[in-house]
Nanobody, 127 residues
Framework: QVHLVESGGGLVEAGGSLRLSCVAS????????MAWYRQVPGKQRELVAE???????NYADSVKHRFTISRDNAKNTVSLQMTVLKPEDTAIYYC?????????????????????WGQGTQVTVSS
């Protein structure tokens, strides 16, 4: 079981910056993709940014060139640097991690993916 804890949310004026952090702990096999999602009431949770262990990143169009995702594989942490924040960025931000377990059965190896979520951190951008 992997436990994710986010930090860094808060209230900021439009045009400002915030940095979110997420640390994974617990029984960790091999964390692959780490990502940030966000959700506003009444809407689906949406992907903001994701990153692989090798550093490949993917961003939602709405945050490209404003947000930067980074990770420390050794510490199992992921961060989201948010700049030029807009009121429409207001949401609860969630950290997500994918943990992969490989189990050998004789000559076969089966892999299992587990997806974990943090409890969320509120980001509010005032106009």
């Amino acid at each position: 079981q992997v436990h994710l804890v986010e930090s860094g949310g808060g209230l900021v004026e439009a045009g400002g910056s915030l940095r979110l952090s997420c640390v994974a702990s617990g029984t960790i096999n091999n964390i692959t993709t780490m990502a940030w999602y966000r959700q506003v009431p009444g809407k689906q949770r949406e992907l903001v940014a994701e990153t692989t262990p090798g550093g490949t990143t993917n961003y939602a169009d709405s945050v490209k060139h404003r947000f930067t995702i980074s990770r420390d594989n050794a510490k199992n942490t992921v961060s989201l640097q948010m700049t030029v924040l807009k009121p429409e960025d207001t949401a609860i931000y969630y950290c997500k991690a994918t943990d992969v377990e490989s189990i050998g059965y004789g000559f076969r190896v089966s892999t299992y993916e587990y997806h974990y979520w943090g409890q969320g951190t509120q980001v509010t951008v005032s106009s």
